[in-house]
């Protein structure tokens, strides 16, 4: 597998992992509500890391598009 293959490889697994952690939220939400403070400050469940891990995974997909057409973010 080539270098883009791999990136390419990596970045659409990151975003099928995105989308379902966004249809989990989705879920969690209608099911229990989700307050600023559970968004935002949670240290249970589903909620605990994910607005970090979100954003971790969500700043990987932008740097890999980059890296596959050769630019930069800066």
Known sequence: ???IAALKKEKQELI???????KQFID???AHG???KDYWAS????LANYRQE???MAN?????AHEIVGSSRN
């Open 43 to 46: 240290q249970d469940g589903l």
């Open 60 to 64: 990987r997909v932008v740097d890999i």
């Open 34 to 36: 989700v307050t600023g």
């Open 16 to 22: 099928d992992k995105m989308l379902v952690m966004q």
């Open 54 to 56: 979100y954003m971790d």
């Open 1 to 3: 597998m080539t270098d």
């Open 28 to 30: 969690h939400e209608h």
